[in-house]
């Protein structure tokens, strides 16, 4: 989460070539691929995305990643 959200794309790789899961969400309901997206680290969103992040996945509060 932390990666994404600051844009090591470096590091979120490492993370999910060592089983990390590309579609992980926090307890309120944030994924990587929201952080990342929201943050505009586009390298990420499409790792995350070529990983098996869900481009449909919502937050807590019912919103798109986008």
Do not use: P, Q
């Amino acid at each position: 989460m932390r990666a994404a959200s600051i844009g090591n794309v470096n590091k979120l790789k490492h993370t999910i070539e060592k089983g990390g899961n590309a579609a992980f969400k926090d307890k309120a309901g944030a994924s990587a691929l929201t952080l990342a997206a929201r943050n505009g680290h586009f390298d990420c969103v499409k790792l995350l995305l070529n990983k098996g992040a869900d481009a449909n996945s919502m937050d807590g509060d019912g919103m798109a990643f986008f």
